[in-house]
């Protein structure tokens, strides 16, 4: 008498039997194996996907916020419009502010004077880190904000706690700041550096103007561990 054969467990089953109820075709043999493809837990994929539409969301949404906040002759404006411009800044301005922006954790300081595409490197460095980070951030003209502060229309707690916060032409208004601006800006400052909050600032004044305009104390927390730096260009420029 010709003896059995033995089981072969290559398929799960013994030759000749059915799949087991209930494990269907898994189980009678996945054709071409069981991949990690195969072990996908369909939980995990809805989550993967509702975290990444969320992200998509929430810097679609700082974006938005961002550029709204800004002079419509900046609008959309990035790296490579800065990178764009007709005569085109220094290549190591860009690298220098391409890298910052991959990593926003210090403050910026740009000076140059008027015309010189400070606003514009700012504003470019700023949209770059908003659209890959999804950082929220603002921008506001300083005069223009001590304005709004004076007016009541805008406090200090408002504006403090932008991740990214811009404040154009710091330093410019009347020749001579006073003890209110001092203040105000000391106060905005001071409350960032210790929430560990980078600030983005331009002004056409020199650094040693600038401290006197601002106050040492703001100054020092402003410059403290930035990155800083001259734009020097000619004040001839087109998009």
Not at 59 to 83: E, H, I, K, M, Y
Not at 175 to 196: F, M, V
């Amino acid at each position: 008498m010709k003896a059995p054969s033995p089981p072969r467990y290559g398929d799960g089953h013994a030759e000749g039997a059915a799949p087991e109820k209930g494990l269907g075709a898994a189980a009678g043999g996945c054709r071409g194996g069981c991949g990690p493809a195969d072990m996908t837990d369909p939980l995990l994929s809805g989550l993967d996907l509702w975290e990444g539409s969320t992200a998509v969301l929430r810097t679609q949404r700082a974006v938005a916020g961002w550029r709204a906040s800004l002079p419509a002759r900046f609008n959309g404006w990035d790296l490579a419009s800065f990178a764009g411009l007709d005569p085109p800044p220094v290549p190591v301005v860009v690298a220098c502010l391409t890298d910052w922006a991959l990593s926003p954790i210090r403050n910026l300081i740009v000076i140059g004077s008027t015309g010189s595409g400070k606003t514009a490197a700012a504003v470019a460095a700023v949209d770059s880190a908003v659209s890959s980070l999804g950082l929220p951030a603002r921008f506001f003209v300083y005069t223009e904000l001590l304005d709004a502060f004076r007016s009541g229309d805008l406090r200090v707690a408002d504006v403090a706690g932008f991740p990214l916060l811009v404040i154009d032409d710091l330093g410019g208004g009347r020749s001579t700041a006073t003890e209110y601006e001092i203040e105000k800006i000391e106060t905005l400052i001071n409350r960032r550096w210790l929430d560990g909050l980078p600030t983005v600032v331009t002004s056409s004044l020199t650094l040693e103007r600038l401290q006197g305009r601002i106050g040492e104390r703001a100054y020092d927390r402003l410059r403290e561990d930035a990155l800083a730096m001259q734009i020097a260009t000619p004040t001839s420029r087109r998009r």
